[in-house]
Every structure is written in C-alpha cells, then in structure tokens.
C-alpha cells in the first residue's frame, strides 16, 4: 500500500475481522488466511502511523483511534454501496446499525411502534436506541437521528425538521380534584400545585388562548419538579398536583379515567417535534427511509 493511497481492500478487512471479533474469524469470513488478513491491518496502521488493535494471545479490541477509524470506515463503506446501488439502478438496501436517541414519551409512545415496522421491512438492519429527555449532542455522541419536542437553538451541525406538532393540555387525577376543587378560569391555577418540568425552574409559565383568542399567561408555582415528561404523568396520576403535557403523553390516562382534562376550552401554542440529524453531504441510506417513514406516518407538511 503506497503512502499515497489508502487501500480499500484492506479497510473492508478490518471492518469485517473487527465486526467477527478476532482475525481467526475475520480470515474465515473473507475466505483468507490468517496472515493475509494480520498483514493487511498492518499494512493500515503503518499507513495510518497508529495502532487501531490491542492484540493479545486470546482477543483483540479496538484502540481510541481504531475505534473512530472503524465508524469512519463503516460510513464510508455504506456510501459506497448506495452509490453502487444506485449506479446499477438497483433499490438501495439500508445495512449497519441506526443509532437513535429519542425522548421517552414520544419514543415509546410514536416511535417504537414504527421503529418495529420499519426493522420487519429491513431484516439487513438493527438498531440502538437511546432513551433521554436531555438535550444530546448527537455528532459529539454519534447518533444517526435525534427527536426533540419544543424550540431549541439551530446547530450548523444539524439539520432540523419538524415532522409534527402536539398539542398540550392541563389535566390532573379525580383524587387531586376531588381534595382541591376543579380550576373553572385561568385565574385559578394560581391556587394549585402544578408539576413543573425543569429541576433549575421555580416558575412555571405557559400560555392559554379561550375560545375568544384571549391570551392568559398562567404563572404556575409547584413544590415538586421533574425532568421527565413521563415522571409528571405518571406523579399526575398519583394526585400530586395539575400537569401540562402534550396530548399525546396523556391521552389514554384521560380515556381510561385515570386523569381528568381541566380548561377543555383553552387551548395553547401547538409544540413543534424536530427530527435532527447530522449535517452530511452523504446522509446514510438508513437514515434518509427512517425519516421517510417518519413524516408519512405523521402526515405533517
């Protein structure tokens, strides 16, 4: 391998003996030789000028750098197959692994169902998913394609794109209502205890429109915050106060009894859902169906 070419054969090499896990089973995948497929890593690290293996006697491992050089690998090699693909006019078939983090109400609740349709249709594909209703920095933590609810700061990383928009909605358990009273106007949230969301928040401060287009600004106080959508619902339920929740979070516990809609005729700014992902000239195939599937299934223009 010349100094001024790296070689494409022997990265398709290490990709396939780091993803079988030893270079015994890396030269059986590939149909060579032990030493064939030893001397074409090695060949790479001198290239390279580091080493991308920890060898021993009974297993290997990747190195820090060998382990970035591995998904840049990865990458590069999916490319080349969607271009081939393509080439040929072939349909592209999405391989590797998609790396997902999304938050965990709209993710278990949205996702996870198309997520299964989506993986019955590419056996070919896997996935990894994270589930955080913090804000991740996917390139930093090399994620595919993130899911954030409401407005954040634009990225020149990060492409955004909203795929749908939720309502929200004031709702709390019968038992609460019952201890407390049932607010009738805005004005009397102000006397309830309402589950913030935010650990650093000591206000809560959201908007309601009436029928008449009226904008109220509720200034909620609460004595107990979360970081979690799905916490609030779930302390909602348990009666320890009025949550505010997409409707998507809620709508079940409200069908089923559990939790009571409270102001039904108000109505507040609708919240945007962003899918984001990395800013690549060549998004993966795997990314670019996922994302398809996402907006035909929300129908959001």
């Known amino acids: 391998m010349s100094k001024e070419n790296l070689d494409l054969s022997a990265i398709r090499i290490f990709v396939t003996t780091t993803n079988q896990g030893s ?6 995948k590939l149909g060579l030789t032990r030493s064939a497929v030893g001397k074409a890593i090695g060949r790479l690290e001198s290239y390279l000028g580091i080493r991308l293996l ?6 290997m491992s990747l190195t820090t750098d060998g382990q970035k050089f591995y998904e840049s690998c990865v990458q590069i090699l999916e490319n080349l197959e969607e271009i081939e ?22 993710g278990r609740i949205v996702v996870l169902p198309l997520l299964k349709q989506f993986l019955e249709t590419w056996p070919q594909l896997g996935a990894e998913i994270s589930f955080s209703d913090r804000i991740v920095d ?9 899911i954030r609810i409401g407005e954040f700061e634009p990225d020149s990383q990060l492409i955004s794109r909203v795929i749908t928009k939720a309502n929200l909605c004031l709702c709390a358990a019968p038992s609460y209502l019952m201890e407390n009273g049932t607010p009738q106007i805005t004005e009397d949230l102000k006397n309830h205890q309402i589950l913030i969301y935010g650990l650093k928040s000591n206000n809560y401060n959201f908007d309601l429109y009436s029928l008449d287009g009226v904008l109220n600004t509720i200034k909620g106080v609460g004595r107990l915050k979360f970081d979690s959508g799905e916490a609030i619902k779930d302390a909602a339920v348990e009666g320890l106060g009025i949550a505010y ?10 069908q089923s009894g559990k939790l009571v809609q409270i102001l039904p005729t108000y109505k507040s700014d609708m919240i945007p859902i962003y899918v984001i992902y990395p800013n690549r000239k060549n998004l993966p195939i ?16």
Do not use: C
């Open 23 to 28: 270079f015994v089973a890396g030269a059986k």
């Open 54 to 59: 920890h060898r021993t006697t009974r297993k």
């Open 85 to 106: 693909a393509n080439i040929r006019q072939d349909k592209p078939i999405p391989k590797g692994v998609l790396r997902l983090t999304l938050t965990q109400a709209f």
């Open 138 to 146: 996917i390139v930093e933590e090399g994620f595919d394609l993130g």
């Open 245 to 254: 929740l997409p409707d998507f979070l809620v709508k079940k516990d409200i």
């Open 286 to 301: 795997r990314v670019r169906l996922f994302i398809d599937v996402l907006t035909k299934h929300l129908n959001y223009n």
